[in-house]
């Protein structure tokens, strides 16, 4: 365990690089099972998650090396087809290995996924599609799954599930014949594996659309693929230097997209930036205003699947809430587990109303101050660091190690913009 120790009020100022995007990175390192050539990805971020994923793949026999954000995986001598339990408890996306691992092998016994507790997280619409392709699915205490042949498939996603899209997708490629895949997600992330899919050989078309058409291949070879940038670590700093009335620089944004569908939550609570060249320009200087609805009504920013404000960035947008001018209520419909840590901000001085368990009223601004707190998540813990950061005096945020599982060397990058922060 390790914690945080943040002293508040100072502004951040100045220039960062995003790390790479954690959700891309990792369905690609599972992508590595679907061919015996080696692999080799940049830009992957050194963070938990990934250290998990590769602990995983090592243990069923890839050979792994990592240095300064380049993977190189080879899995040409794969020992095992069943991941490590204790490993796969420790990260939602050993899911992930499923697919690939089910294309190579007729047989794959995978221990349940472990991950934050932001609310039910179904494994349904995974099971239900590599049944159509022709695998067998056995639920006990570990998932088995087992096949013949696999083969092409239309199917019906019943949600837009980002790791379903993926382990479909990785699962379809190997397939004999053809797949089209409906009501597919359509996040910068996945659109991202089935580039390096297609690098590797894959027949795919329509990625970044909620239909996926799919020509199977016989075998794939190797790739070297850039894991594009974080935008919710982008978002995440943005917001940082807005609430604690700094600025700040985020260079090489090689994908400026996936930004404008935050900057419109976003500005919303008042904050927004310019884009010169390959960098995006936070000034501040102006305090935060929320903008009003027509007719006056209470504005709302809602979570949904892509290409809506994403269910990562609210926890994010809630905190930016308590120091804006004016009221808004935040909506979270994908997790009824996520507006949980509003009751923490509360602790902290915030004036919000907690509805239900998927909306929070937000009236701001309102000085936050200090206090010991727990990380419940990811999300939730880089919100709750944030809100440390502009808060009237001392910090203290427990289980700091649940932050470090999606964010590179926060604490590194925070001190680099000025920010009185430590780890413990």
């Not at 990792?26 to 994923?53: G, S």
């Not at 016989?218 to 594009?228: D, F, Q, Y």
Request: with cysteine; aromatic share 6%; hydrophobic share 45%.
């Amino acid at each position: 365990m390790s914690r945080f120790v943040i002293e508040g009020g100072y502004p951040l100022r100045g220039t960062i690089r995003p790390a790479g995007n954690k959700n891309g990175a990792l369905p690609m390192l599972a992508a590595c099972l679907l061919t015996d050539e080696p692999v080799i990805l940049h830009n992957v971020p050194d963070i938990e998650d990934v250290q998990v994923m590769l602990n995983l793949l090592a243990n069923l026999g890839v050979d792994t090396q990592f240095e300064g954000g380049t993977a190189e995986l080879c899995a040409a001598g794969l020992k095992s087809t069943t991941p490590n339990p204790d490993l796969c408890r420790r990260a939602r996306a050993s899911i992930l290995l499923a697919g690939p691992l089910i294309a190579r092998h007729r047989q794959v016994a995978l221990p349940p996924p472990g991950g934050d507790v932001i609310g039910l997280r179904r494994l349904d619409t995974h099971f239900n599609g590599f049944r159509e392709l022709g695998i067998d699915v056995h639920t006990g205490p570990a998932f088995v799954l087992k096949r013949e042949k696999l083969t092409g498939a239309d199917f019906l996603l019943d949600e837009a599930s980002v790791t379903a899209t993926e382990n479909l997708v990785m699962a379809a490629v190997l397939a004999d014949g053809n797949s089209l895949f409906f009501n597919t997600a359509c996040e910068p992330h996945v659109e991202d594996l089935c580039r390096f899919l297609i690098k590797m050989g894959a027949q795919i078309q329509g990625h970044g659309t909620n239909r996926i058409a799919i020509q199977g291949v016989g075998m794939l070879h190797g790739a070297e693929h850039t894991v594009g940038a974080d935008y919710i670590e982008v978002g995440s700093y943005l917001a940082a230097a807005a609430v604690t009335g700094g600025e700040l620089v985020v260079e090489d944004i090689d994908d400026v997209e996936p930004l404008r569908i935050i900057n419109r939550g976003f500005n919303r609570v008042g904050l927004s930036w310019t884009r010169e060249g390959s960098a995006l320009k936070f000034a501040g200087g102006v305090p935060m205003q929320v903008e009003g609805d027509f007719r006056f009504g209470i504005p709302k920013i809602d979570s949904g699947v892509w290409p809506a404000f994403p269910s990562d960035m609210m926890s994010v947008a809630v905190v930016m809430a308590t120091q804006a001018h004016g009221s808004i209520l935040f909506f979270e419909k994908m997790f009824e587990s996520r507006m949980h840590f509003a009751s923490r901000l509360i602790d902290m001085g915030a004036h919000i109303i907690q509805c239900d368990p998927h909306r929070v009223l937000v009236q701001g601004p309102t000085q936050l101050r200090g206090m010991q707190i727990s990380s419940p998540d990811i999300r939730a813990g880089m919100a709750l660091l944030i809100a440390a950061l502009c808060a009237k005096g001392h910090s203290i945020i427990d289980q700091a190690q649940i932050i470090e599982r999606g964010y590179e060397d926060v604490i590194g990058k925070l001190a680099s913009l000025g920010a009185h922060v430590g780890k413990e």
